[in-house]
């Protein structure tokens, strides 16, 4: 939530800082083909923060987001393939 916070201090609003921060976010994973899922996550989360000004919740909502895949491969082993 720096970036995010940063971005806030020195843009116009909520929406430019939750977009950059969302694009600094997807390419921090390095994943060309999960950038724009992983961006638009990224400001989710953004979100999330903004509006229960708490980082511990996106903290809990990011590990939700990583959770998800991981169950479902558990479940439905198959979805791999």
Partial sequence: MFAFNAFLRYTS???P???ASGI???ALHTDVYAFLPLA???IVLA???YRTRNAFTSMITH???NAVPLVLLAFFPKLAN
């Fill in 13 to 15: 609003g909520f929406w």
């Fill in 17 to 19: 800082a939750a977009i």
């Fill in 24 to 26: 600094l976010f997807g």
């Fill in 40 to 42: 638009l996550a990224g």
């Fill in 47 to 49: 979100g999330v923060y």
């Fill in 63 to 65: 590990g939700l987001f």
